[in-house]
């Protein structure tokens, strides 16, 4: 993978703009920040997980020309296990142009931090502590943070009010915590908290984490 791309993904946040003319017609850059060319063109860049594809980001830029109009998509793009959350910007520059102009606002979304730690292959969660928590667990836990009582969360989530509280106890040890109580403390101060916006789907355990973007809405 380029240096380049390396750069781009780790300090754009800081450093580098996302900023060219997109001509539809040719389906090039007639001028762009390396960032952006490299985004919207580079084959490395298309085969990392992502929400939206090249040929979705084109569609868009050509209904823009059609209606001489603007749009802002929200984009989610994997890189070095970390997601990064874009609006990318798309407005008409007159005849087959458009204006292109994206910003990183990964550091507005908590979401991004944990769902980055969600283990592949395992479908854990992993902890700073070294100990971490399976989608079952997880389930249970966004449930509770929703003010579900453990009837409730059983009758959800389609199982026994004691599997319930296995699961909870399984968190408890996940998070070291002795108390439910203490477990919610832990969760507000560390910054699971934001789990609660993740949409879960109790019926498919193994969702992936671009599954898991897909479902967010901005």
């Not at 952006?36 to 990392?48: R, Y």
């Not at 249970?140 to 409730?152: A, D, F, N, S, T």
């Not at 789990?195 to 969702?207: F, I, R, S």
């Given at each position: 993978?380029?240096?380049?791309?390396?750069l781009?993904?780790?300090d754009?946040?800081?450093k580098?703009?996302l900023m060219?003319?997109f001509?539809v017609?040719?389906?090039s850059?007639?001028?762009?920040?390396?960032?952006?060319?490299?985004?919207f063109?580079?084959?490395?860049?298309?085969?990392?997980?992502?929400t939206?594809?090249?040929?979705?980001?084109?569609?868009?830029?050509?209904e823009?020309?059609?209606?001489?109009?603007?749009c802002?998509d929200i984009?989610?793009?994997?890189y070095?296990n970390?997601?990064?959350k874009?609006?990318i910007?798309?407005a008409y520059?007159?005849?087959?142009?458009v204006?292109?102009?994206?910003?990183?606002?990964?550091?507005l979304?908590?979401r991004?931090?944990?769902?980055?730690?969600i283990?592949?292959?395992?479908?854990?969660?992993?902890?700073?502590?070294?100990n971490?928590?399976?989608?079952?667990?997880?389930?249970?836990?966004?449930?509770?943070?929703?003010?579900?009582?453990?009837?409730?969360?059983?009758e959800?989530l389609?199982?026994?009010p004691?599997?319930?509280?296995y699961r909870?106890a399984?968190?408890?040890?996940a998070?070291?915590?002795e108390?439910?109580?203490?477990l919610?403390?832990k969760?507000?101060?560390?910054g699971?908290?934001h789990?609660?916006?993740?949409?879960?789907?109790?019926?498919?355990p193994?969702?992936t984490?671009?599954e898991?973007?897909?479902?967010?809405?901005?």
């Amino acid at each position: 993978m380029p240096n380049l791309l390396n750069l781009f993904l780790k300090d754009l946040p800081s450093k580098e703009l996302l900023m060219g003319i997109f001509d539809v017609v040719t389906e090039s850059f007639v001028d762009a920040s390396p960032a952006a060319e490299l985004l919207f063109t580079s084959d490395e860049v298309s085969a990392l997980p992502q929400t939206i594809s090249i040929e979705q980001h084109l569609k868009s830029a050509l209904e823009v020309v059609d209606e001489k109009s603007a749009c802002t998509d929200i984009a989610w793009i994997k890189y070095d296990n970390s997601w990064h959350k874009l609006a990318i910007t798309k407005a008409y520059a007159g005849m087959s142009r458009v204006l292109v102009i994206g910003l990183d606002i990964t550091h507005l979304d908590p979401r991004a931090e944990w769902l980055a730690r969600i283990n592949l292959e395992s479908q854990r969660l992993e902890l700073d502590n070294g100990n971490s928590f399976s989608f079952d667990e997880f389930a249970v836990l966004h449930l509770l943070l929703k003010g579900y009582q453990y009837r409730q969360i059983a009758e959800q989530l389609k199982v026994s009010p004691k599997t319930v509280e296995y699961r909870l106890a399984k968190l408890k040890i996940a998070l070291e915590a002795e108390t439910t109580t203490e477990l919610m403390l832990k969760i507000a101060s560390s910054g699971l908290i934001h789990l609660v916006t993740v949409p879960t789907d109790p019926d498919n355990p193994a969702m992936t984490e671009l599954e898991l973007y897909k479902k967010i809405k901005g």
